[in-house]
T-cell receptor, first 115, second 116 residues
Framework: AQSVTQLDSHVSVSEGTPVLLRCNYS??????LFWYVQHPNKGLQLLLK??????LVKGINGFEAEFKKSETSFHLTKPSAHMSDAAEYFC?????????????FGAGTQVVVTP | DGGITQSPKYLFRKEGQNVTLSCEQN?????MYWYRQDPGQGLRLIYY???????QKGDIAEGYSVSREKKESFPLTVTSAQKNPTAFYLC???????????????FGAGSRLTVL
């Protein structure tokens, strides 16, 4: 079965400094991985996805993530945080074979951005 | 604009009452999903449906029911059997293909249910 673990439940950064959100995955097959962002009381928005093409994936709003098979990781980064980046972020893995359409979510990382 | 519409946005229920949350999509997606969100627990899958008139239980289906009579609609009923229904409920949809790349989830804005 596929699963993801987000290593930090809360991350606090200063505006203009880099952001790093860590995600490790477990999958028997080459996984499809995603990062979503959720602002308070809103639905989730796709930031980026990895589907076995380039290992460095660029997403919206300046975010990018690197797929590292040897480390089973898919960490999300942004060079310079903006106040609008304050939100909750979810790492997601998609199922394979008989669970193709099922997605497993990490517990989420709450990002706080201070001026 | 294509998207997913959930209603109502906020809902209050007395204990012992059933309530139905609406989810409508105009994306022509095959698959639809219901998730429950509680603080610190991520999203947990309640039910999902790949095609009309067919649906499968997710990880926490007890106390919930769904129907899929139309491709566009996937309503969720929270029954009185659900022990702790206060939560944020999210509906999502996706293309259902065996190929790579296209199968991503698109979410609605959510419905917040509070049991009084």
């Amino acid at each position: 079965a596929q699963s993801v673990t987000q290593l930090d439940s809360h991350v606090s950064v200063s505006e203009g400094t880099p952001v790093l959100l860590r995600c490790n995955y477990s999958s028997s097959y080459s996984p499809s991985l995603f990062w979503y962002v959720q602002h308070p009381n809103k639905g989730l928005q796709l930031l980026l996805k990895y589907t076995s093409a380039a290992t460095l994936v660029k997403g919206i709003n300046g975010f990018e993530a690197e797929f590292k098979k040897s480390e089973t990781s898919f960490h999300l980064t942004k060079p310079s945080a903006h106040m609008s980046d304050a939100a909750e972020y979810f790492c997601v893995v998609r199922g394979t074979t008989d669970s193709w359409g099922k997605f497993q979510f990490g517990a989420g990382t709450q990002v706080v951005v201070t001026p | 604009d294509g998207g997913i519409t959930q209603s109502p946005k906020y809902l209050f229920r007395k204990e012992g009452q059933n309530v139905t949350l609406s989810c409508e999509q105009n994306l022509n997606h095959d698959a639809m999903y219901w998730y429950r969100q509680d603080p610190g627990q991520g999203l947990r899958l309640i039910y999902y449906s790949q095609i009309v008139n067919d649906f499968q239980k997710g990880d926490i289906a007890e106390g919930y029911s769904v129907s899929r009579e139309k491709k566009e609609s996937f309503p969720l009923t929270v029954t009185s059997a659900q022990k702790n229904p206060t939560a944020f409920y999210l509906c999502a949809s996706s293309i259902w293909t065996g190929g790579d790349g296209a199968n991503v989830l698109t979410f609605g804005a959510g419905s917040r249910l509070t049991v009084l």
